[in-house]
């Protein structure tokens, strides 16, 4: 099966997980975002952010689990598969902290193309932090430009998610990709 990869992104706070939730909860095959398995297992180590005081292992780990997502999905059986999160974001962050990385990142996100890309807007009536999401909202906004460059300068057509309820931010996903 030719299973086609389609990424939700967009910074912190903007309702990508909560998409996805809904995503699984109406039968759609999800592969979630790995940055808080990363940072809670960082924690359970006595590393409050990993992010922070160690950005390059942090981001090494991520596009490692990202990788290994993009290529388990082409062995579930299904039609598309949706990942929270996709390779280029983990270079638009380590821009974003102004942060060098090796040119092996660079190569990861040339290798695995993804075949649509929607990214939420910053969006202040539903942004919240918590013990994994540190960022403020100024901060989401900044992100939010990072991942729009990196995912342009990797030639993706980003597709904008309207702001709207889940289920209706939901079903226009899925009607852009004609389910």
């Not at 095959?29 to 950005?55: H, M, W, Y």
């Not at 598969?81 to 040119?103: C, E, H, T, W």
């Not at 309207?162 to 996903?173: H, K, L």
């Amino acid at each position: 099966m030719n299973t086609k990869r389609i990424v939700i992104t967009g910074g912190p706070g903007t309702g990508k997980s909560t998409i996805i939730n809904e995503l699984i909860r109406r039968g759609y095959t999800c592969l979630e975002e790995i940055s808080r398995q990363v940072t809670k297992k960082a924690q359970e180590e006595g590393i409050d952010q990993l992010f922070l005081s160690n950005p390059l292992l942090f981001s090494e780990l991520l596009l490692k689990g990202r990788q290994d997502q993009f290529r388990n999905a082409e062995t579930l059986a299904s039609e598309f598969v949706f990942l929270d999160r996709g390779i280029p974001d983990v270079v638009a962050y380590m821009d974003y902290l102004k942060n060098s990385y090796p040119q092996s990142f660079i190569n990861r996100c040339e290798e695995a193309i993804y075949d649509t890309v929607f990214i939420l807007k910053p969006w202040k009536a539903i942004y919240k932090s918590d013990s994994e999401r540190y960022e403020s909202f100024e901060q989401a906004l900044e992100i939010h430009k990072h991942l729009v460059n990196t995912y342009q300068n990797y030639n993706y057509t980003l597709i904008d998610v309207p702001f709207d309820t889940v289920e209706n931010r939901t079903d226009f996903i899925l009607n852009t990709v004609n389910m």
